[in-house]
Structures are given as structure tokens and as C-alpha cells.
């Protein structure tokens, strides 16, 4: 395949990302701690 010579402009959105990681991190968290809370 021939390439056009046409730069790749595109960008990746990281902070969708970063969002997606902290409220990952947020409902682990909470998660442990209600399970803690109900093992206890």
C-alpha cells in the first residue's frame, strides 16, 4: 500500500481516560470497604 504522505493529526483524548481510572479507583475503594464493613 502506497501511504498519501498525510501526517496522522488525530489525538487521544487522556482525559476520559483519567476520569474513567479515578472512578475505577473510587468504586474499588468503596467497594472494599463495604465488604469489609459487612465481614465485620
Known amino acids: ?3 498519501t504522505g498525510l501526517a ?3 489525538q487521544y ?3 476520559i481516560i483519567k ?3 479515578v472512578m475505577a479507583l473510587v468504586w474499588g475503594l468503596l467497594g472494599m470497604a463495604a465488604g469489609v464493613y ?3
Do not use: D, G, P
Request: hydrophobic share 35%; proline share 0%; no cysteine.
Open 19 to 21: 476520569k474513567f481510572s
Open 1 to 3: 500500500m502506497a501511504h
Open 8 to 10: 496522522n493529526t488525530q
Open 13 to 15: 483524548n487522556y482525559e
Open 38 to 40: 459487612i465481614a465485620s
